[in-house]
C-alpha cells in the first residue's frame, strides 16, 4: 500500500483541522477533467475556505472572533450564576470592591472550554504538496498529507486520499 504523501487527492478525501471539533472533507465544485477511480482529482490551487475546506464542526481557537465572543457569554453568565462569598465581600471591603480577576488560562490549553463557529480562513493560495512533473489543468496535483493554515492558527490537514480501496 502507498504511502498517503505518495498518494493523489481526490473529491470527498478526509480532512482534520487541529483547531476543529472534528474531521471533514475537501470538496470539487468542478471537475478538472481527471478522474481517478471515479473521483475528481483535486489540485493544489483547491483551497479556498467554505468553498474546497469545508466547516470542521466548530472552532477551539481563542483567535477566531466566534469562539473569543462565546467565550465571553460563558464568562458572564458564570459570574452571574456565581454571587460573591463572604470571603469575596470581606477583600472587596479591603480592595476597594473590586473583584480579583482570575488568571486566564493559555490559549494553547489541550483542554478547549469554548466553541465558536468553524469558518475557515486560508492564509495560503495552495497546499503545501503537490506532485512535481505532473500537471492537471496546469497546476500540480494535490497529494496526501498535504496541510493549509487557517489564520486563525488552525493546521488542516489531508488525512485521507478519498480514493476507494482497488477493488471495491
Given at each position: 500500500?502507498?504511502?498517503?504523501?505518495?498518494?493523489?487527492?481526490?473529491?470527498?478525501?478526509?480532512t482534520t483541522c487541529s483547531k476543529g471539533m472534528?474531521?471533514?472533507?475537501v470538496v470539487l465544485h468542478e471537475s478538472h477533467g481527471i478522474f481517478l477511480r471515479n473521483q475528481a482529482q483535486m489540485t493544489i490551487k483547491d483551497c479556498k475556505?467554505?468553498?474546497?475546506?469545508?466547516?470542521?464542526?466548530?472552532?477551539?481557537?481563542?483567535?477566531?472572533?466566534?469562539t473569543k465572543e462565546e467565550a465571553e457569554k460563558v464568562q458572564k453568565e458564570v459570574e452571574?450564576?456565581?454571587?460573591?462569598?463572604?470571603t469575596d465581600k470581606v477583600m472587596n471591603l479591603f480592595s476597594g470592591g473590586k473583584k480579583k480577576k482570575k488568571k486566564e488560562?493559555?490559549?494553547d490549553s489541550?483542554?478547549?472550554?469554548?466553541?465558536?463557529?468553524?469558518?475557515?480562513?486560508?492564509?495560503?493560495?495552495?497546499?503545501d504538496h503537490g506532485?512535481?512533473?505532473?500537471?492537471t489543468e496546469e497546476e500540480r496535483p494535490l497529494m496526501g498529507g498535504a496541510?493549509?493554515?487557517?489564520?486563525?492558527?488552525?493546521v488542516i490537514e489531508i488525512t485521507e486520499s478519498g480514493q476507494p480501496e482497488a477493488g471495491s
Open positions: 500500500m502507498a504511502e498517503l504523501t505518495d498518494t493523489y487527492v481526490v473529491h470527498g478525501a478526509c472534528r474531521a471533514s472533507k475556505g467554505d468553498y474546497n475546506v469545508i466547516c470542521f464542526g466548530g472552532c477551539y481557537s481563542m483567535e477566531n472572533p466566534s452571574e450564576a456565581c454571587p460573591d462569598t463572604f488560562e493559555p490559549a489541550e483542554t478547549p472550554q469554548v466553541v465558536g463557529v468553524c469558518t475557515p480562513h486560508i492564509i495560503a493560495q495552495e497546499w506532485k512535481d512533473g505532473v500537471n496541510k493549509l493554515y487557517c489564520m486563525y492558527g488552525g
